[in-house]
């Protein structure tokens, strides 16, 4: 298993662009997790699904946020309109059963000018 | 509240020396600590956990409930532990992590 799919790897965007981030979990894995990741606030969870059920979005930032979960083989990330304060790594994670360990992905750099 | 307070940024050890990152916590019931490592151009990983009470790559850290700490510790640094490394908690019945800021770990030879 190639583990934690995300893509673009990298997202240079100017201002009010619209910004869709991908995630493909661990085939089997019935949970996932959308974290971003800054130099101030370092590690946090946005938005997290069970069985792509969104279970707590209590960490998205704004409505300029949202993410979906249409099957259980894909997620995105959406920014609409984006801001140069949302320039940080983000990254997506899955585990296979509730309080499992969270297998993350390589994370999508975005940088927004 | 949840919270995990890692109180340095950076921290920067020669190698063979000791090394101690410092976690604590804020929960009312019973957590789950993790240590989680991101190596240079490597994904964020799994440590080690409370839980199993195991020493991985030479790690080992305790959890104090009196202090509400769980610190990484390491007798020995090495080169290739230059790394971030952050501490997590899960709280009970919870799926969700809750992350400290981080801790940049730097070996100098």
């Known amino acids: 298993d190639a583990g934690v799919i995300q893509s673009p790897r990298h997202e240079v965007t100017e201002m009010g662009q619209e910004v869709t981030l991908r995630c493909k979990p661990i085939?089997?894995?019935?949970?996932l997790f959308w974290y971003r990741q800054t130099m101030m606030r370092g590690l946090e969870l946005l938005i997290y699904f069970n069985n792509n059920v969104p279970i707590d979005d209590s960490g998205m930032p704004e409505d300029r946020f949202s993410a979906k979960m249409p099957n259980a083989s894909f997620s995105t990330l959406k920014i609409q309109p984006s801001e140069p304060r949302d320039s940080a790594v983000y990254f997506c994670a899955s585990s296979s059963r509730g309080g499992g360990e969270q297998y993350f992905g390589p994370g999508t750099r975005l940088t927004v000018t | 509240a949840q919270r995990v307070t890692q109180p340095e940024k950076l921290l920067s050890v020669f190698k063979g020396a000791p090394v101690e990152l410092k976690c604590n916590y804020s929960?009312?019931?019973?957590?789950?600590l993790f240590w989680y490592v991101q190596y240079s151009r490597q994904r964020l990983q799994l440590l080690l956990r409370?839980?199993s009470r195991e020493s991985i790559k030479g790690f080992t850290a305790d959890l104090n409930k009196g202090e509400t700490s769980f610190h990484l510790k390491k007798p020995f640094a090495q080169e290739e532990d230059s790394a971030m490394y952050y501490c997590a908690l899960r709280g009970q019945g919870a799926q969700k992590l809750v992350f400290g800021q981080g801790t940049r770990l730097t070996i100098n030879p």
């Open positions: 929960y009312s019931g019973s957590p789950e």
């Open positions: 085939s089997g894995h019935n949970s």
């Open positions: 409370h839980i």
